[in-house]
């Protein structure tokens, strides 16, 4: 979170905290809690491959949740998916790309267009 540190984003963290085991379901429910709420527009989330917490992110009807694996998925998720969390995971990307990522899928805007009527009919 170093790198992203500015006036411009505030962070909420979800956990977890330590070395123990977590289950991705709950954090991602806490997240999904949040964007019901309407506390949040945006996410981070990591697991080990990604995978599992992607699923259980996009359980939610207000998340759309994209695992990114490199640049062009980052821009992509946001330019013609409108995904409002990106998701990293922890044993498949290093953190330099992972930041880099970031970044970019923060800078990225909805190109709307042609790609809204394909992301108005996920029900969101």
Do not use: W
Request: aromatic content about 6%; glycine content about 10%.
């Amino acid at each position: 979170m170093e790198s992203l540190s500015s006036d411009q984003y505030e962070f909420i963290d979800l956990g977890s905290h330590g070395e123990n085991p977590v289950d991705y379901p709950d954090i991602a429910s806490k997240m999904g809690e949040l964007f019901m709420k309407e506390r949040v527009k945006t996410g981070i989330l990591v697991c080990g491959s990604g995978i599992g917490i992607s699923i259980a992110a996009n359980r939610f009807k207000s998340i759309r949740a994209a695992l990114v694996h490199n640049q062009a998925a980052a821009s992509s998720a946001r330019l013609h998916n409108d995904a409002n969390v990106i998701v990293f995971g922890g044993r498949v990307i290093n953190e330099n790309l992972a930041i880099e990522c970031l970044k970019l899928f923060l800078e990225t805007e909805f190109e709307g267009g042609r790609h809204q009527a394909r992301v108005s009919k996920l029900g969101q």
